[in-house]
């Protein structure tokens, strides 16, 4: 990056010391040069204007420019059009005070502050409004920056009269200095290049911040709804019991007693947590299906809100989990040997257990190079590279190391790291809403005359083992 006094602004852009120039006074006169529409109100101009921009900036084609900003160029380019930008927002609200008429002291300030970040030739264009006198045109001249003598000279210089304004308020519009920004940024094509690269690589790596801070939502809600979850199960399978025990007539009244008034106390602790969601719950006279019913429903609404308010989270690690991943295990060479007779009967093992498809051999034309080959989720892929590593370990231990093993055991080591890493990132949430789907699941499955939900079924199994 190159700067001077006079404004010369330069990026890097050909590897070496060489810059291609801008001037910070060439987009005020870019807005000049412009044909100025005053037909669209200026809601409109501004959304037109903009859509001109990107629909420009979207066909600009890279391969056109030089190329090879460094990232401090990108970082400096994208800045300063969202400068430039701002500046023009500024010059449009001017522009709309101006164009009022009946300029107030009230108005005259907000102006004064609006001008006070925009260039020398922007306010000379602000000055030359008829809407303003003689001496506010010097006041804002002057709060430019430029010294009394000079704005008075500037004013002067201008010659303006009731009927002559070079650039009158009424008709200057914002769509006019949009336009304008696009002229200065075609004089600086580098600056595009630098731009979008930046703005590439600031949206990807919001979205991946985004995905990432979703996930870990899901995990801290994964873990509330888990604990949710197991509460409502252990308090059904507490219920069920103290209901079972009263309707035995084997209590004694205190026995009895203290198992109602527990009852009492686990349906007043339901109606603090869930409210309306247990209305009408009745532990100790009510049916005892009707109570557990009652209470699935609950966990059946406490997982679809689960899912519903956590989809994007939940949506990455299922992919995550899901994603078959390959990793490259080597190879060997299938020249009759006893090491290599010892990798194929490993391999031929691990295939039984796993599937051809997911351990793969893939010999080459020459009949005897042959690579391995191992495609799992990370699930399946932890439990294959461990099992490949500890048979290809084993093979060491027979015949001694060799680089052909070596390279097998750090290739699988690396595919076992990397599976690791994705199940301790998102194998709990993953888990979690696995089983917060089948609490949710509403079908119906028959068995010995009984309907009931899958959820349902495993649950009823659980209590009675």
């Known amino acids: ?13 050909y590897g070496g010391n060489q810059v291609r120039p801008f001037y910070k006074e060439s987009y005020p006169s870019a807005i000049v040069a412009t044909s100025i529409d005053t037909t669209q109100s200026s809601g409109d101009e501004t959304g037109n204007a903009l859509k001109g921009i990107l629909s420009r900036l979207n066909n600009i084609k890279a391969g056109k420019f030089v190329v090879g900003l460094g990232a401090a160029g990108g970082v400096y380019a994208f800045g300063w059009i969202q400068n430039l930008i701002q500046g023009f927002s500024d010059l449009g609200k001017a522009m709309e005070i101006l ?21 020398e030739s922007q306010a000379k264009l602000l000055a030359s409004s008829t809407a303003l006198s003689e001496a506010q045109r010097v006041l804002l001249l002057m709060n430019t920056g430029m010294s009394e003598a000079e704005a008075q000279a500037a004013v002067a210089a201008m010659g303006l009269s009731a009927a002559n304004g070079t650039a009158a308020a009424s008709t200057v519009t914002l769509s006019g200095a949009l336009s304008g920004l696009w002229a200065t940024l075609m004089v600086n094509p580098l600056i595009l290049v630098a731009a979008g690269v930046t703005a590439a690589v600031a949206a990807i790596s919001s979205y991946n911040n985004s995905v990432k801070e979703a996930v870990s939502s899901a995990r801290e809600s994964g873990n509330t709804w888990e604990e949710t979850n197991t509460s409502i199960e252990d308090n059904i399978s507490r219920i069920q019991e103290l209901r079972t025990e009263l309707e035995s007539g084997t209590l004694t009244e205190q026995e009895a007693a203290d198992a109602k008034s527990e009852l009492l106390s686990i349906q007043e602790s339901l109606t603090d947590s ?8 009745d532990l100790i006279n009510g049916s005892l299906q009707q109570q557990v019913d009652l209470l699935d429903k609950v966990s059946q609404k406490q997982s679809e809100n689960f899912l519903n308010e956590n989809k994007k989270g939940i949506d990455k690690a299922t992919k995550e989990m899901e994603k078959n991943r390959h990793t490259y295990a080597g190879r060997f060479y299938d020249d009759g040997s006893d090491e290599a007779e010892a990798i194929k009967t490993s ?10 498809e997911v351990v793969k051999l893939d010999k080459s034309s020459d009949g005897i190079t042959t690579d391995i080959h191992i495609n799992a989720d990370a699930t399946q892929a ?5 099992d490949f590593m ?3 370990s084993g093979i060491e231990d027979t015949y001694g190391e060799s680089d052909m093993t070596d390279l097998m055991l750090s290739n699988a080591s690396a595919g076992l790291s990397e599976a690791n890493d994705v199940l301790e990132e998102y194998q709990s949430l993953y888990e979690q ?6 609490k949710s699941d509403k079908t119906l499955f ?4 009984k309907e009931q939900t899958a959820a349902k079924w495993i649950s009823d199994y659980t209590r009675i083992i």
């Open 1 to 13: 990056m190159v700067k001077n006094k006079s404004g010369f602004v330069g990026v890097g852009a």
């Open 99 to 119: 164009k009022a008429g009946n300029l107030t002291d009230a108005g005259f300030d907000s102006l004064l502050n609006l001008t006070k970040g925009l260039s």
């Open 274 to 281: 869930y409210g309306n969601q247990v209305e009408g719950i």
């Open 347 to 356: 391999i031929k093992k691990l295939q039984d257990t796993y599937g051809d």
């Open 382 to 386: 932890k439990e294959v590279l461990n």
């Open 390 to 392: 500890t048979e290809i």
């Open 433 to 438: 809403a696995q089983k917060a789907e089948m």
């Open 446 to 449: 028959s068995a010995d005359g």
